[in-house]
């Protein structure tokens, strides 16, 4: 999860970075990153049984859609929304991986600690 973290906050320093005629190309990366990257978390908070799956499913499938619109956007010649987006994302990620993300890898190695745990 960690790596998948730092990935996702390249991607964001790509596209604030990127000069407008850029922007679509790095954009796209960080949409494609995000969707594999809260799909994986997903699957786990699914698998594992995590407990306030629905809540940060939630808000990836939120965010998710922002980015989307972002690109379309951007794709369209505004790159206005998916700069405003980018100055945004990082608090929040910071936010959500501090709280929702740290939850579910505790919960994760709880679950397999007890798992490996001798009987």
Do not use: I, K, Y
């Not at 790596?3 to 850029?22: I, K, S, T, V, Y």
């Not at 594992?48 to 998710?64: K, S």
């Not at 690109?71 to 929702?100: I, K, V």
């Amino acid at each position: 999860m960690d790596a998948m973290n730092r990935e996702f906050m390249d991607h964001l320093g790509d596209a604030q970075a990127a000069p407008d005629a850029a922007l679509v190309q790095t954009w796209q990366a960080l949409v494609n990153h995000a969707s594999v990257h809260f799909g994986t978390e997903d699957a786990w908070m699914h698998q594992e049984g995590f407990a306030t799956a629905q809540q940060h499913t939630l808000e990836h499938r939120v965010v998710l859609n922002l980015l989307r619109e972002g690109l379309c956007q951007a794709q369209a010649g505004d790159c206005a929304p998916a700069r405003q987006m980018a100055a945004e994302l990082g608090a929040w990620f910071s936010r959500h991986t501090q709280s929702l993300d740290a939850a579910l890898a505790l919960h994760m190695r709880r679950v397999n600690a007890s798992r490996t745990a001798p009987a």
